[in-house]
């Protein structure tokens, strides 16, 4: 099973990133899916999930500013980030999780700088 993260990159603030994650080797409409970040010196923290059901939840940090969405039929899950900040700059991880397994990607980078 394999969960890879694409999308990360440098962005001024105000800016957008799209990220992706594509899941190989597992069944995603089964998996509850999230994104979660971690800063340096801080611990891991949500951002956002979307539940197999497409349910969706935001860190009140990142509420109307980043948007989270999945397609099946691609074993992908998108985060789109809007209106970026200094302080969301962060290695975002991808997490895929079900009642039975629980797999993170590696991570990209997202660095909001001016």
């Known amino acids: 099973v394999q969960l890879v993260e694409s999308g990360g990159g440098l962005v001024q603030p105000g800016g957008s990133l799209r990220l992706s994650c594509a899941g190989v080797?597992?069944?995603?409409?089964?998996?509850?899916m999230g994104w979660y970040r971690q800063a340096p010196g801080k611990q891991r923290e949500l951002v956002a999930t979307?539940?197999?059901?497409?349910?969706?939840n935001y860190a009140d940090s990142v509420k109307g500013r980043f948007t989270i969405s999945r397609d099946n039929a691609k074993n992908t899950v998108y985060l789109q980030m809007n209106s970026l900040k200094l302080e969301d700059t962060a290695v975002y991880y991808c997490?895929?999780?079900?009642?039975?397994?629980?797999?993170w990607g590696q991570g990209t980078q997202v660095t909001v700088s001016s």
């Open positions: 979307i539940s197999s059901s497409n349910r969706t």
């Open positions: 997490n895929a999780e079900n009642w039975r397994s629980d797999y």
């Open positions: 080797g597992i069944i995603f409409s089964v998996f509850d």
